[in-house]
């Protein structure tokens, strides 16, 4: 079982920078591919990108690949998400989930947190 809380979603302007955290709870948490995810109103639940329990391997999707980046600490089971040139269109809730087969898909993910709300003006 693995209990996640994101935190660090703000109001920000376009161009500027935000990381999120995602704070978990269980002793597996170093097992599981953590993924970040996000919603827009009225959207589907996108994929934004993972990393795995190691930490070596990363994936993104292509909307942000060049300017988010994820990374993890497992002494501090916690998972980051730093955002830098952010846009109106990454306006959305993320949210942080966590799956032992974690892909790119909502479907590969057990755990999910609740979500943290990212509003990115222009």
């Known amino acids: 079982q693995v209990q996640l809380v994101e935190s660090g979603g703000r109001l920000v302007e376009a161009g500027g920078s935000l990381r999120l955290s995602c704070a978990a709870s269980?002793?597996?948490?170093?097992?599981?591919?953590l993924g970040w995810f996000r919603q827009a109103p009225g959207k589907e639940r996108e994929f934004v990108g993972r990393?795995?329990?190691?930490?070596?391997?990363?994936a993104y999707a292509e909307s942000v690949k060049g300017r988010f980046t994820i990374s993890r600490d497992n002494a501090k089971n916690t998972v980051y998400l730093q955002m830098n040139s952010l846009k109106p269109e990454d306006t959305a809730v993320y949210f942080c989930?966590?799956?032992?087969?974690?892909?790119?898909?909502?479907?590969?993910?057990?755990?999910w947190g609740q979500g943290t709300q990212v509003t990115v003006s222009s």
């Open positions: 990393i795995s329990w190691t930490g070596r391997i990363t």
């Open positions: 269980g002793r597996t948490f170093n097992t599981y591919t």
């Open positions: 989930a966590a799956g032992l087969g974690g892909y790119s898909d909502v479907k590969d993910y057990d755990y």
